[in-house]
């Protein structure tokens, strides 16, 4: 059964599926629907187009899909998405995008901590991790299992590849490559989140491989360009040659630098924590 406080406001057109429970005070209008057995808390609005997955966690006073902070928006119908078994915490904000059917989305599994917010045509993939008062600007984008310490800023148009970490009150403004570590101010690379890929169960060959492919990326005297078409004729794992690659080709604000006097080790990152 549906569990819906006396003093909650659900618009018609609303459409809460089985198991929904809204805290007091909270306000839904719009063109929403919530998943199967989704709970959120109190005083928390959501308005406009937005479709919430199943199992989700949505805390009190958080805001989803109010119009975006872009001065181009023009009241054009967008959307937000968010996955299933995804946490919202206090205080969070996500807005609609820009653009007559873009949306903001979120992915599944994540878990967005308290005061984060997350801005305008955003896409999150699954199971990331935003410490509390992460800000995201316009149209990041970040893939999947990336973590984000406390307080870090990220620039719009920024991509965060796959199983990044961001140290805390970083400011970034470049993208990040996968299975990397950028702390900073302008975050810069620190090394490979080696204890993050052995606890996805990313076996050592597959380790040491990325661990090759950075050093002829950053550590040769090759220049980049030509380091990224050596990867391309190199015998390392295709599917892992494309994804790096291929998030270098992608990008549309350059890729952080690495930080000067750092290497790889097993231990390097045992500072990054949120």
């Known amino acids: 059964m549906k569990k819906i406080d006396s003093t909650a406001r659900i618009g018609k057109e609303v459409v809460l599926e089985?198991?929904?429970e809204i805290g007091p005070y909270s306000i839904l209008k719009g063109e929403i629907k919530v998943g199967a057995h989704t709970k959120i808390g109190a005083f928390t609005?959501?308005?406009?187009?937005v479709e919430i997955g199943s199992h989700c966690n949505i805390g009190h006073h958080v805001v989803i899909g109010?119009?975006?902070?872009?001065?181009?928006?023009?009241?054009?119908?967008?959307?937000?998405?968010?996955?299933?078994?995804?946490t919202l915490r206090e205080f969070v904000t996500v807005h609609r995008a820009t653009g007559e059917g873009k949306a903001t989305s979120i992915g599944d599994d994540c878990f967005i901590m308290a005061y984060c917010h997350i801005?305008?045509?955003?896409?999150?993939?699954?199971g990331i991790t935003m410490a509390n008062n992460s800000t995201l600007a316009g149209y990041v984008e970040i893939e999947d299992l990336a973590t984000l310490s406390g307080w870090v800023g990220v620039h719009q148009f920024v991509r965060l590849g796959k199983l990044v970490m961001?140290?805390?009150?970083?400011?970034?403004?470049?993208?990040?490559p996968p299975y990397t570590l950028a702390d900073g101010h302008p975050a810069r690379i620190f090394g490979l989140n080696l204890v993050g890929m052995k606890r996805r169960g990313i076996e050592g060959k597959k380790r040491e491989e990325i661990h090759q492919i950075y050093?002829?990326?950053?550590?040769?005297?090759?220049?980049?360009?030509?380091?990224?078409?050596e990867l391309k004729r190199s015998t390392f794992d295709p599917q892992l040659v494309e994804e790096i690659v291929g998030f270098w080709e992608k990008s549309k604000r350059g890729v952080a630098r690495w930080a000067k006097g750092r290497k790889n080790s097993d231990e390097?990152?045992?500072s990054f924590s949120w």
């Open 215 to 229: 050093d002829l990326i950053y550590h040769s005297n090759l220049s980049r360009s030509k380091a990224l078409e």
């Open 166 to 176: 961001i140290g805390g009150l970083s400011k970034v403004v470049m993208d990040i």
């Open 66 to 86: 109010t119009p975006p902070q872009d001065l181009s928006y023009q009241g054009e119908k967008t959307q937000v998405i968010i996955g299933e078994r995804t």
């Open 45 to 49: 609005v959501i308005e406009g187009n």
């Open 119 to 126: 801005a305008h045509n955003c896409y999150l993939g699954n």
């Open 268 to 270: 390097e990152n045992t």
């Open 18 to 20: 089985e198991g929904v």
